[in-house]
C-alpha cells in the first residue's frame, strides 16, 4: 500500500512539473509554429524543454509502478493530483498569485476526476475478452474515432483565437491522450506475443505516428500561454474520453447502477463547471514580442535654428505665398 501510495504521488509531481516546464517552453514558440512538425524541432533544442520530457518518462514509469501495486481507481485519485503541481509551478514562474476562487476550482477539478474515476472503474464486464479479435477490432475503431475527433478540434482551434483557441486545442490534445491510452493498451497485449508479433501488428505503427500527434497537439495547446486553461482541460478530457471509449467501444460496462451513473454524469458536470470557472479567471498571456510606440514621424531635414524660425514665421505672416511658393523672403 505504502509503495502505491509513493509511486502514485512521485507520478503527480513528475507529470505536473514535466506539464509545466514544456507548457513554459512552448508558450515562447512563434505562433506561426503552432501545429506544425517544426514545433518540435524548434522545442527538442531546448534543453528546459527535454528535461520537462524526461520528468514525463519518469512519471510514466512510477505511474506504471503504481498501477502494479494498488487498484486503478487508488492510483488515478493521487495522480490526478498532477493537474495541482503544475498549477503550482505555473504561478510561482509566472510571479502572480492564484485567487482563492481559482485554487477551489482547481481543486475541485482534481477531486472531481478522481470520483468520476472512482466510480466508473469499480469493476468491469468485458463482452469480449482481451485479445479477441472483436476486441483488437474495437479498439482500432476507438483509436480512430478518439485521434479523428482529437483532428477536427486541432483544425477549428487553430483558426481560432484567444481563449477559445486554448479551449479548443487543449481538447484536441485531450483527446490525443485518450487515442494514445487505447493504442497503447492494443500494443502491451501485443507485446505479450513475442517479438515476431511486433512487425505484424497494426498496434506497433499507430503507436509510433500516434504518439508523435499526441505531443505535437499538447505542445501546441501549450503555446496559447494559457496554462490556467489548457492544463486542467487536458486533465479533464483524456479518461473521461478513455472511459467513454471503453464504455462504448470496448464492452467495458461497469457495475455502478443507476446510483453510479449519477454520480459519475454529476462528477463531470462539476468538473465542466470548474472549468468554465478557470477559463473565466484566467489571466491574458503577456504579448510575446512587445513593441514600444513608435514616436510621431518627423519630417526630415536640417533644423533652422531658433532666431531665423522665428523671422521665417514673421515673413509667412506677412507674405505667405512667398513662403509657399520656395522664395526667399526680400529685405
Not at 487498484?71 to 510571479?95: D, Y
Not at 482547481?106 to 470520483?115: E, K, S
Not at 489571466?283 to 514621424?297: L, M
Not at 533644423?303 to 526680400?330: F, I, K
Amino acid at each position: 500500500m505504502m509503495l502505491m501510495i509513493a509511486t502514485a504521488l512521485l507520478a503527480a509531481v513528475l507529470y505536473g512539473a514535466g506539464a509545466a516546464v514544456e507548457q513554459r517552453q512552448a508558450a515562447a514558440a512563434p505562433e506561426s509554429s503552432a501545429g506544425r512538425p517544426r514545433l518540435l524541432l524548434r522545442l527538442v533544442r531546448q534543453p528546459l524543454w527535454l528535461l520537462g520530457m524526461v520528468a514525463q518518462v519518469g512519471g510514466f514509469a512510477a505511474h506504471a509502478v503504481a498501477l502494479r501495486s494498488g487498484s486503478l481507481a487508488n492510483v488515478q485519485l493521487l495522480v490526478a493530483m498532477e493537474l495541482v503541481v503544475a498549477v503550482v509551478i505555473v504561478r510561482i514562474w509566472s510571479g502572480h498569485p492564484l485567487s482563492r476562487g481559482s485554487w477551489a476550482a482547481a481543486l475541485t477539478v482534481v477531486v472531481a476526476i478522481a470520483a468520476f474515476l472512482a466510480v466508473t472503474s469499480s469493476g468491469h464486464d468485458h463482452a469480449h475478452p482481451v485479445g479477441h479479435p472483436d476486441h483488437v477490432a474495437a479498439a482500432a475503431l476507438g483509436a480512430a474515432a478518439a485521434g479523428i475527433a482529437a483532428l477536427a478540434a486541432a483544425v477549428v482551434g487553430l483558426r481560432a483565437t484567444g481563449r477559445g483557441r486554448a479551449v479548443l486545442l487543449a481538447v484536441a490534445a485531450g483527446l490525443a491522450d485518450s487515442c494514445s491510452a487505447v493504442v497503447t493498451m492494443a500494443f502491451s497485449h501485443v507485446v505479450s506475443h513475442g517479438p515476431a508479433a511486433l512487425f505484424t501488428s497494426w498496434a506497433v505503427y499507430a503507436l509510433i505516428v500516434v504518439g508523435l500527434g499526441n505531443v505535437l497537439l499538447t505542445q501546441t495547446a501549450y503555446q496559447t500561454g494559457r496554462p490556467m486553461v489548457t492544463l486542467p482541460i487536458i486533465a479533464v478530457v483524456a479518461p473521461v474520453a478513455s472511459v467513454a471509449i471503453g464504455i462504448g467501444l470496448l464492452g467495458e460496462t461497469p457495475q455502478i447502477g443507476v446510483a453510479g451513473a449519477v454520480a459519475a454524469g454529476l462528477a463531470v458536470l462539476v468538473a465542466c463547471v470548474a472549468l468554465a470557472y478557470l477559463a473565466r479567471s484566467a489571466p491574458h498571456p503577456e504579448p510575446r514580442n512587445p513593441q514600444p510606440r513608435s514616436p510621431e514621424p518627423r519630417v526630415p531635414g536640417p533644423r533652422a535654428p531658433e532666431p531665423l524660425a522665428r523671422e521665417l514665421a514673421a515673413d509667412s505672416a506677412r507674405d505667405p505665398v512667398a513662403v509657399l511658393s520656395g522664395a526667399a523672403p526680400s529685405r
